[in-house]
Every structure is written in structure tokens, then in C-alpha cells.
């Protein structure tokens, strides 16, 4: 049976539409069943209803800074869709410890950066002003610490001395959108435990080619 997710988010929706198109699959393991949004004008919502997922708002800046109230509305959505995973995509708002605990080992978050390396805001610029020759996206669970969580998956893409944060922004959107839906399809195919602060999957590294930049002869 598909696991039933939910995909939070407060923009334009772009990882979700990689998580939507890839659910479309028979064999995918996990059923899209509610797009929730904290705005009202993220432009995500739109694009779940033409998807034809539900999509839904709780507005968070009418709870303030209670947090806690928040989600508990945001969990009664939760419940009314039965989702068993959430997955953030591009969500701007912070859980507390206890919505975190809640979902432990059953929602992910994608960053755009190699964490544990550049965390939080401005991961591309991070990147750049650190000189870094590789960046790339990471899928990781979600704890109380920000971007501190279990990693599952990560991409990887060179960077260029020309890069500005833009365009390494665009390439590693790229990576997000591939390496999101399989993320997703071992956490609900059951092909990941987590130990400790470590995720395990029961597949193996890829192998062949090596990502080295810049590149040598």
C-alpha cells in the first residue's frame, strides 16, 4: 500500500512538482494527498489543484509567534488527509521541538547545500564565499536543529570560478529535483533506518564516475 504524504510549502512549489510528477507512477511507493501551504499566495497552491491534489492554507502569521497553535492547526489538516510523511518543500517556517519529535523519522526537508556545510540562509553564497569547488542539495530528516537532521540522499554538482549565486542556484535546483522523489521512494518503500544521527539505507552507494572540480587531465 502507497504511503500517504503530505508536502508543506510557502512558494512556488518547485520541488513539489518533482514529488507530484514522480508519484504519478504505478510503482512509486507513496501517494500525494494534500499540498498545504502557511500563505495564501504561494504560487504552489495553484499548481497542486491543476495536479489535482488537494491543496490547503494555514495561515501561520495569524497565530503570531505561537508556534504551538499553529501546529496544532496544521496538524488537524495532517490528520483530516491521513498523512503518514511530510515533506518540506521550500517551507519558511520553524517547528517546535515538539511537532519535530512528533515526526521523527517520518518528514524530510531538501537544502541546497552539502550539509553539514552551509546551513540555514544563503547556502549559495556560503558556498561561493568559501571558495568551494562542489556543492550541491541534501534530503535529510527534519529534527529541532535547523538543516542538523539524518542525511538520506545527496547530489552533487561542480561550481564554476564565474558562478554567482543565481546560476549555481539553477543547477543545483536540478540535482533537488532528482535526487527529492528518490529520496521520498526509499523512505516510503522502507528501505531506510535510522541510527542515531545516522540514516542507513538498505541500497547501495552509487558507483563510477567521481565528480571532481575543477577538472584535471
Not at 495561515?59 to 518540506?88: M, N, P, W, Y
Not at 535547523?146 to 545527496?154: E, S, Y
Request: glycine share 10%; aromatic share 6%; proline share 5%.
Amino acid at each position: 500500500m502507497k504511503r500517504r504524504v503530505a508536502i508543506l510549502i510557502s512558494g512556488r512549489g518547485s520541488n513539489m512538482s518533482a514529488l507530484i510528477n514522480a508519484a504519478r507512477a504505478e510503482d512509486y511507493p507513496a501517494a500525494i494527498v494534500a499540498v498545504i501551504s502557511n500563505r495564501a499566495e504561494a504560487a504552489g497552491l495553484a499548481k497542486a489543484t491543476a495536479a489535482g491534489i488537494p491543496a490547503e492554507v494555514v495561515e501561520s502569521k495569524r497565530f503570531g509567534k505561537d508556534r504551538a497553535a499553529f501546529e496544532t492547526a496544521l496538524q488537524a489538516v495532517l490528520d483530516r488527509h491521513g498523512a503518514e510523511l511530510i515533506c518540506l518543500g521550500g517551507f519558511m517556517r520553524l517547528f517546535t521541538a515538539a511537532f519535530a519529535e512528533r515526526w521523527h523519522g517520518r518528514m524530510l526537508n531538501i537544502h541546497p547545500s552539502l550539509l553539514p556545510a552551509f546551513p540555514g540562509l544563503d547556502p549559495h553564497g556560503q558556498a561561493l564565499r568559501a571558495g568551494v569547488k562542489i556543492s550541491g542539495a541534501t534530503v535529510h530528516f527534519v529534527t529541532p536543529e535547523t538543516d542538523a537532521g539524518p542525511i538520506l540522499m545527496q547530489g552533487a554538482v561542480a561550481v564554476s570560478d564565474h558562478d554567482t549565486a543565481a546560476t549555481l542556484a539553477e543547477r543545483v535546483l536540478e540535482v533537488e529535483h532528482r535526487i527529492y522523489p528518490e529520496a521520498l521512494r526509499l523512505l516510503a518503500g522502507g528501505k531506510v533506518r535510522l541510527v542515531g544521527d545516522i540514516c542507513a539505507t538498505t541500497v547501495g552507494a552509487g558507483t563510477g564516475n567521481f565528480l571532481i572540480s575543477p577538472l584535471v587531465c
